[in-house]
């Protein structure tokens, strides 16, 4: 059924599951540590977290004797592109086993923010669900009784059944505003994907609250993965030319694009930063810094921890933000059954 969808609402599962990506990139980190080769360490992890995937270890093989490196067989098992450049990062600095430690902290980062969402909202869509159920049974039973009622009095006005009805309809109207808004978010996204990365980042910094997200999230990658080649010992151009050149962050290699044409120009890297929109504001002050102490790579390490943190800290307000929100949604839904059940008791206590 999936292949009648719209290919923006299509979603392709990985080979390697979610859940256990993170482990799979830990153990693997951990055995090339231990001395283990590339094909061995894969070979080793195989049979415990890919066993569901009939002939893979046979796929996997072949893509190693056709020559494929480390980011295109995690690629082909479904790992994440910001993951593939952090790996990419790595191996260019020469500490590849830190990277994929680094990656797996990431993975069990997202896991732990997806789990406590989960927890957040379970509560408040069950009672949402409990609320649809009772709204369907007001409808089917308490609605008809009481138009037979109003019929048998002879009444030509039913005001209050035409509100009722309509009150309690509540939950089928959000829903259908919350499938209305994930579809245009869909759209969106399918949209923006196909511009080229400069009208993307226009196109993005448009809507406030994502222009934000994106300032930290582009802020982070930058400053992390520029500071972690600067430390492995690669100059500032050739650094840049590295992230210009990755192909798993277009954002990324853009903004590097960027800054390599004003430093071609004689211009400092704080300067370019400075004339560039789309990373915060902390980027300047912490890169400045590092030109005058001359540690710039680790300057921009600690900035890009510091954006981690801080992006952390946003998502732990969001979450706390969303159950008092469904709670107040699930509150008007109970308000409004209120309403429509006493409106036309009301008007027949009146007649009465």
Do not use: W
């Not at 067989?73 to 790996?87: A, N, P």
């Not at 196909?194 to 993307?200: F, L, S, V, Y």
């Not at 802020?219 to 492995?232: D, I, M, N, P």
């Not at 050739?238 to 990324?252: D, E, G, I, M, R």
């Amino acid at each position: 059924m999936g292949k009648y969808l719209p290919i923006f609402l299509r979603r392709h599962k990985p080979l390697l599951p979610y859940k256990v990506q993170a482990s799979f990139i830990e153990k693997f980190g951990a055995l090339l540590q231990d001395g283990y080769s590339f094909g061995d360490a894969v070979s080793m992890l195989i049979p415990h977290h890919l066993q569901h995937i009939d002939n893979i270890q046979v796929l996997i093989e072949d893509q190693l004797r056709e020559g494929k490196s480390l980011e295109d067989v995690l690629r082909f098992l479904g790992i994440d592109e910001q993951y593939l450049m952090t790996l990419f990062v790595a191996q260019q600095s020469g500490s590849l086993v830190e990277g994929l430690f680094l990656i797996a902290k990431m993975m069990k980062n997202k896991a732990k923010s997806k789990e406590q969402l989960i927890k957040l909202a379970s509560y408040p869509l069950f009672l949402f669900l409990f609320l649809i159920i009772l709204f369907v049974c007001f409808r089917q039973f308490f609605l008809p009784n009481m138009k037979e009622m109003f019929n048998r009095r002879g009444s030509e006005s039913q005001l209050e059944l035409k509100i009722s009805s309509i009150l309690l309809h509540l939950p089928d109207y959000l829903i259908v505003l919350l499938i209305l808004g994930i579809c245009i978010a869909l759209f969106f996204k399918h949209y923006a994907e196909k511009k080229k990365a400069g009208e993307r980042l226009l196109l993005y910094y448009k809507i406030p609250f994502l222009k934000r997200i994106l300032q930290l999230q582009l802020t982070k990658q930058l400053a992390f993965e520029l500071g972690s080649l600067l430390e492995g010992g690669l100059s500032l151009q050739n650094a840049l030319s590295l992230l210009k050149q990755q192909p798993h962050q277009q954002l990324v290699a853009y903004n590097a694009d960027l800054f390599l044409k004003e430093i071609a120009q004689g211009e400092a890297l704080s300067d370019a930063i400075l004339l560039n929109r789309y990373v915060d504001s902390a980027f300047y002050s912490f890169v400045i810094h590092g030109e005058q102490s001359g540690n710039l790579g680790k300057e921009l390490l600690i900035l890009g921890e510091f954006m981690e943190e801080r992006m952390g800290n946003r998502v732990e307000i969001a979450l706390q933000i969303m159950q008092p929100i469904l709670f107040c949604v699930i509150a008007l839904c109970i308000l409004g059954a209120y309403i429509s059940i006493m409106l036309p008791m009301y008007d027949m206590i009146n007649y009465v």
